[in-house]
């Protein structure tokens, strides 16, 4: 039985994480979350899963939950994000529909078996006006290009080999399920060094690929929020009762009065 191209095995990024790549990716990640959570009012926020990574630090909801899911190993460190207030799937979340203000996805796309139910799945309890802020990998990049030779046979960046989910597919899903994009950035331009040292010799590469090349940074960062389209009435507008018709009397004229007068005084 072939497996569906949506559907995957998850990709091991704990121990990735502590790596210097990792650190530097983290990072980088830590810089947007807390540059685009702060100004992203409501209620209440989940961040579902990474708990290396305090996404919601710096918002101001009076509700902020972390979830991690229950494939995650249960003596995993709580890490930056503190402990799990939830543990649950994160393609069947136990909150009501149109609870939540602000669901944060990093990676968690990537890690999902099934990416599309899990965005499905946060478009449901988000009300409208909701957003959703997502990170991921960048196949079209110096990560994504090492991570793509490591089926030739050579060693994967990463702890195992996947395929990463471009920033046009989320897009897209986003699109299908009436999301709008409203921010992202690219980050990390830097190439896939396994050591501190040679890391901070290419600290350049920061600066020069948000200048020339964008888009082929290792990592991305989308915002988009929920759009829900409002009804409106077409045709004529309901009207609580018909107006009555002002039926006018008959008024003699003039002219036929003076002759019925004339012919009065002849007879």
Request: glycine share 10%; with cysteine.
């Amino acid at each position: 039985m072939h497996e569906s191209p949506e559907v995957r095995p998850s990709i091991n990024l704990d121990r990735w994480m502590q790596s210097p790549g990792g650190h530097h990716a983290l990072a980088w990640q830590q810089q947007q979350m807390d540059r685009l959570v702060a100004d992203i009012f409501g209620f209440h926020a989940v961040q579902l899963g990474m708990g290396g990574l305090a996404a919601l630090r710096h918002n101001r909801m009076p509700h902020r939950w972390f979830a991690r899911d229950v494939a995650d190993s249960v003596e995993e460190a709580p890490g930056a994000a503190g402990p799990a207030a939830l543990v649950c799937e994160f393609t069947d979340l136990p909150l009501a529909g149109q609870s939540l203000d602000l669901v944060v996805l990093p990676h968690t796309l990537e890690v999902a078996s099934d990416p599309y139910a899990c965005l499905r799945e946060a478009d449901r309890v988000l009300v409208a006006g909701g957003q959703v802020v997502i990170t991921g990998f960048n196949a079209l990049s110096l990560w994504g290009a090492r991570q793509a030779l490591a089926r030739l046979g050579g060693e994967p960046y990463l702890p195992q080999s996947g395929e990463f989910i471009s920033p046009r597919r989320v897009r897209d899903w986003l699109r299908l399920l009436s999301f709008e994009v409203t921010a992202g950035a690219y980050g990390c331009w830097r190439p896939p060094l396994q050591t501190q040292a040679w890391l901070e010799r290419w600290r350049f590469m920061d600066k020069a690929g948000e200048r020339w090349w964008p888009m082929l940074g290792g990592m991305y960062v989308l915002v988009a929020t929920k759009r829900v389209r409002s009804m409106r009435l077409v045709g004529k507008a309901w009207q609580p009762g018909a107006a009555k018709a002002h039926v006018g009397r008959p008024v003699a004229h003039r002219r036929a009065a003076h002759k019925r007068r004339e012919s009065g005084d002849r007879a």
